[in-house]
């Protein structure tokens, strides 16, 4: 099985961005936290899709989210 078929992917909805730049900071957050494989935020519609190879701690999540700036307000 390749990574590909067992990837999670969750839509997170976050609170605060408004621009590419904030857009990058939320990306490099949550792509730190292990398990990671992709990640993209559009600040349009405050969704952040993430591709994980299993479901993250939303706990995980918050906190980086938290350490961008903004604020999680939970799966969309």
Do not use: Q, W
């Not at 990058?24 to 899709?49: D, L, N, W, Y």
């Amino acid at each position: 099985m390749s990574a590909e078929t067992t990837a999670v992917t969750t839509v997170y909805k976050v609170n605060g961005m408004s621009c590419g730049h904030c857009e990058g900071s939320v990306s490099a957050e949550i792509s730190e936290i292990p398990g990671v494989s992709s990640v993209k935020a559009v600040a349009s519609t405050g969704e952040v899709t993430v591709v994980s190879a299993a479901p993250l701690e939303d706990e995980a999540v918050r906190a980086a989210v938290d350490e961008a700036g903004f604020e999680l307000a939970g799966k969309a």
